[in-house]
């Protein structure tokens, strides 16, 4: 009998950078793909600040997936930082999954997308034109169109996140560009981020969601502390913010706003850790701290 030389033989595994705009779908979509929620999502652009690792598993395959922050034009230290996290994980995969929203295109930030898939020739790419669900026919048709003449894309797939609509069938084509290799990660491993990561960035989701303007933009959040006891776990949370003014808001009359996103976070929290949590929110001022790098790696960025 031959015996093969390479013990992986018929399983194939990478990592995968889910790359975009701002506010396309790609957390949306890395969850769908997992089939668990590891990374936060809004309605808001610049929702996701950090390289998110989401791992998918099959039979014969391992996808170990990089969600990325949306990549746009801005002179702002934090927005800057942002972006270039995002550059840097496309750096660093064998595939690159680009996710543009079919509903509403944003040529500007899709424009330095391509750029960057133009350095990046020898990796396989594959578009998702998301949000079909929110559009006609013949203007994806037409988008396809565009698409395929911009980049040499392994292959073009219109796509829901939210429904699900065509992400089985992504995921088989990702699977296909991946190469022969070993898995990565324990088979039930879902993510590398630390428990107390994915809790800081829930708290930060509920801001997302139930503040506006400037506030969810000028806020990070930090967890002080995490006991865990018999059937309880303790966490104490801050949430940093730039201004007086930022503070007043989210903690909102008689404190009802820090309530509600408290509460709103200690329910995703339970469900994250399979048990019952504690939960205590403080807001600190920490001035202006999304334009001073020092003060952005203090906070995580
Ligand atoms: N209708 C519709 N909405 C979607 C779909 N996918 C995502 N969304 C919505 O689009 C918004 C942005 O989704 P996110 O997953 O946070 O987008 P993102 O690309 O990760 O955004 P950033 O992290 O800010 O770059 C959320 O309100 C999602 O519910 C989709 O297929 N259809
Ligand atoms: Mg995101």
């Known amino acids: 009998m031959n015996q093969s030389s390479n013990p992986f033989e018929g399983f194939q595994s990478g990592f995968a950078a889910i790359a975009g705009a701002p506010n396309v779908g790609k957390s949306t979509l890395l969850n769908r793909m997992i089939g668990e929620k590891i990374s936060i999502t809004s309605s808001k652009p610049q929702t996701t600040r950090n390289r998110i690792m989401g791992i998918a598993h099959g039979e014969d395959y391992q996808i170990v997936f990089l969600d990325t922050p949306g990549v746009h034009r801005s002179n702002k230290p934090l927005n800057r930082k942002i972006v270039?996290?995002?550059?840097?994980?496309?750096?660093?995969?064998?595939?690159?999954?680009?996710?543009?929203?079919?509903?509403?295109?944003?040529?500007?930030?899709?424009?330095?997308?391509?750029?960057?898939l133009q350095q990046r020739k020898n990796t396989p790419a594959l578009l998702a034109l998301n949000k079909i669900d929110l559009i006609e026919k013949?203007?994806?048709?037409?988008?396809?169109?565009?698409?395929?003449?911009?980049?040499?894309?392994?292959?073009?797939?219109?796509?829901?996140?939210?429904?699900?609509?065509?992400?089985?069938?992504?995921?088989?084509?990702?699977?296909?560009?991946?190469?022969?290799?070993?898995?990565?990660?324990?088979?039930?491993?879902?993510t590398d981020m630390p428990e107390r990561f994915i809790v800081a960035e829930i708290v930060r989701e509920k801001i997302f969601e139930q503040t506006g303007q400037e506030v969810p933009y000028g806020t990070a959040v930090t967890i002080e502390s995490f006991e865990e006891s018999d059937d309880l776990i303790h966490i104490h949370a801050?949430?940093?913010?730039?201004?007086?003014?930022?503070?007043?808001?989210?903690?909102?009359?008689?404190?009802?706003?820090?309530?509600?996103?408290?509460?709103?976070?200690?329910?995703?929290i339970e469900h994250l850790l399979g048990t019952k949590v504690f939960l205590k929110l403080f807001v600190r001022v920490e001035k202006n701290w999304s334009r001073n790098p020092r003060a952005m790696r203090k906070l995580g960025y």
């Open 84 to 116: 270039e996290v995002a550059l840097a994980a496309i750096d660093e995969v064998d595939l690159i999954l680009v996710v543009v929203d079919a509903s509403n295109p944003d040529p500007q930030s899709e424009a330095l997308i391509v750029e960057k």
């Open 138 to 190: 013949p203007r994806l048709l037409h988008q396809i169109d565009t698409w395929s003449k911009a980049h040499p894309f392994a292959e073009i797939f219109p796509i829901s996140a939210l429904d699900g609509t065509q992400v089985p069938e992504l995921l088989a084509a990702m699977r296909n560009l991946l190469p022969e290799g070993p898995p990565y990660f324990p088979e039930d491993a879902l």
């Open 238 to 268: 801050a949430v940093h913010v730039e201004r007086d003014s930022q503070k007043g808001i989210i903690i909102g009359k008689q404190g009802q706003m820090l309530k509600t996103i408290g509460t709103e976070a200690r329910t995703d």
